[in-house]
T-cell receptor, first 113, second 113 residues
Framework: GAGVSQSPSNKVTEKGKDVELRCDPI?????LYWYRQSLGQGLEFLIY????????KSGLPSDRFSAERTGGSVSTLTIQRTQQEDSAVYLC???????????FGDGTRLSIL | SQQGEEDPQALSIQEGENATMNCSYK?????LQWYRQNSGRGLVHLIL?????REKHSGRLRVTLDTSKKSSSLLITASRAADTASYFC?????????????FGQGTELSVKP
């Protein structure tokens, strides 16, 4: 497809389990962003990838969160030992370059029981 | 919090009326962007205004930016029921911040037919 694709769209898991969220950006977009949207915190930046540069991880809330981007395309966000406060919608966005409009996927709704 | 503020938090109007949403932010910016989010979906980019611009138009949308007051407004003219959504402003602090966006809390717009 032409847009940003995220999977799964919904994920329910037990506290303490690890989860992997996937993002497939628009082809050719060099910049990729992860955000988290929750009721109490609004939309928060998590991590940013630009080409082959080291990622900006300044928004990751704890060391349980990590992300990688393979081959400059698909990205996975991994949350280890999930906690109930990790419940949120995780949104991925890509742009042709930084400073340009970002194109968002529909997100993964994560629920931790 | 780095996030800006939007007001009103919620706005209910009749079709055909104009809707105005305001956004304030805290840091210097490279550009400010407005996004729209329908329930359960990702964000859709509406308009981008650069720090050296004061006003921008796109169809029924008009955005103003006052960098001295660190504020912006989004005007939707002749609203339609299909404009019902949440609207977010987002600031881009510039190249050394990688283009990551800092979002406001959003305004929920309801347009009644």
């Amino acid at each position: 497809g032409a847009g940003v694709s995220q999977s799964p769209s919904n994920k329910v898991t037990e506290k303490g389990k690890d989860v992997e969220l996937r993002c497939d950006p628009i082809s050719g977009h060099t910049a990729l962003y992860w955000y988290r949207q929750s009721l109490g915190q609004g939309l928060e930046f998590l991590i940013y990838f630009q080409g082959n540069s080291a990622p900006d991880k300044s928004g990751l809330p704890s060391d349980r969160f990590s992300a990688e981007r393979t081959g400059g395309s698909v990205s996975t966000l991994t949350i280890q030992r999930t906690q109930q406060e990790d419940s949120a919608v995780y949104l991925c966005a890509s742009s042709s370059q930084q400073g340009q409009p970002q194109h968002f996927g529909d997100g993964t709704r994560l629920s931790i029981l | 919090s780095q996030q800006g503020e939007e007001d009103p938090q919620a706005l209910s109007i009749q079709e055909g009326e104009n809707a105005t949403m305001n956004c304030s932010y805290k840091t210097s910016i490279n550009n400010l962007q407005w996004y729209r989010q329908n329930s359960g979906r990702g964000l859709v980019h509406l308009i981008l205004i650069r720090s050296n611009e004061r006003e921008k138009h796109s169809g029924r949308l008009r955005v103003t930016l006052d960098t001295s007051k660190k504020s912006s407004s989004l005007l939707i003219t002749a609203s339609r029921a299909a404009d019902t959504a949440s609207y977010f402003c987002a600031t881009d602090a510039g190249y050394n911040q990688g283009g990551k966006l800092i979002f406001g809390q959003g305004t929920e717009l309801s347009v009644k037919p």
